[in-house]
């Protein structure tokens, strides 16, 4: 084999883990989320911009603010799963630059423009997404990403700075029954990696 | 610890890893690229979607064609490099869904127009760039994701097609001397999550 991480690390962040869609009711606790964070800040992003950010949605009446702005799909396990959590990028993460890039002073700089700025926090914070999925499951957690929700609404309802973009919704917890559809295909290597 | 997944997969993965700068002359073969794909294309993507392309960079005369729409600064280490990867998203992934998510047939149709088409491919390409990085370190290798180039150089000189987004290039190999930079701080917990 070709990979030197351990193969149960491999079925736990990889081969047997699954997106889920129904939870067991066990909590999904505070040391979780911190042990997850405390992993998956380590992951790269361009001059640590570090633009993701993250809304636990636990109280009842939070979690109805934010199903209404899901597709109708994605309702009922939603308002069923144990932690919600909103990712979103920081749109204005250049003012941490000078504490977080400390060897470039002038790197907030490069980020005066909006839209320059808007670009690069959506870009870093969605891989950051892909960090924090691996951490979920690092935690011997399942999570279910969802992209299908109104992101103007759920920015209005849970950014009213304007200055936060919702990118993806995460339901967190143990699996429960039938918490699997069939695992679907992957596209064979010959479709995906080409070579020049 | 409220992690499962082992101490040693943690260093391996997010704790010790760090992003290279220099690059010892050992090749990466395309048994560890096949190994990294093999395992990373488990991560979820909406509607199993999964327009990442990748794009690897082996032939001199490529290289050169590559490093002259990088950054100055990031010339040298990609030339240097044993493997170059261009990390891209496919704008055309619709035409694989009746295969790749085949329990709903109606799937491709949802993607007719081409802006709805290339924002997904953009947003599930770069959580696919977050696993990708995972799956080098998986594989014992060092990962040094850029940013700073050209994309619509790139696009032009890779992809002639007008269907293709250069999202991420990666240098890859076992680390040279002194390829790391001193390790930047990274947010507190509170600075990046909140409850409500």
Known sequence: MSLVLDPTAQ?????????ANTFAEEPVTEDQ??????????????????????????????????????SEGNRKKTADAPLVAILAADNEFHEQLPSQFPHFPQAKELFVERETRERSARLNALIQVGYFIIGVRAAGLAAGPMTGFDAEGVNKEFFGDGKHSALVVVNIGKPGENAWFPRSPRLTYNQVVTTV
């Open 11 to 19: 079925d736990l962040l990889f081969r047997e883990a699954r997106t």
């Open 33 to 70: 989320v911190q042990a997850i964070y405390d992993l998956v800040k380590y992951g790269p992003t361009s001059m640590n911009q570090q633009p993701l950010r993250i809304v636990l949605v636990r109280s009842v009446e939070a979690r109805e603010r934010l199903t209404e702005h899901l």
